[in-house]
């Protein structure tokens, strides 16, 4: 069984910081592209970042310059460092792996339990 495993969420005033973690665990051979997503009260869930294996990555237009996303591919883990917080980034934010093999031609889609930051005004 394949799992992900988020940490880091909490409160924080407006304009503070937060880095989220992510790691996957279980049988894995490779995962394909990782990234966050987010859920605000009221709201459908909505992507905010994404990262292949290779490094390239890919962000919601409104976080753009303030979070960061990046990847350990030998822990299996995905991190958010998240600057310059503003209130409407509060949510539940999911950690998400499109692919993960478990052996040489089977994959899952995974997604994590969920972690909320709350953001102060």
């Known amino acids: 069984q394949v799992q992900l495993v988020e940490s880091g969420g909490g409160l924080v005033q407006a304009g503070g910081s937060l880095r989220l973690s992510c790691a996957a665990s279980?049988?894995?051979?490779?995962?394909?592209?990782m990234g966050w997503y987010r859920q605000a009260p009221g709201k459908e869930r909505e992507l905010v970042a994404t990262?292949?294996?290779?490094?390239?990555?890919n962000y919601e237009d409104s976080v753009k310059g303030r979070f960061t996303i990046s990847r350990d591919n030998a822990k299996n883990s995905v991190y958010l460092q998240m600057n310059s917080l503003k209130p409407e980034d509060t949510a539940v934010y999911y950690c998400?792996?499109?692919?993960?093999?478990?052996?040489?031609?089977?994959?899952?889609?995974?997604w994590g339990q969920g972690t909320l930051v709350t953001v102060s005004s």
């Open positions: 998400n792996a499109d692919k993960i093999y478990y052996t040489l031609w089977s994959y899952v889609e995974v």
């Open positions: 990262i292949t294996p290779g490094g390239s990555t």
């Open positions: 279980g049988s894995i051979r490779r995962i394909n592209t």
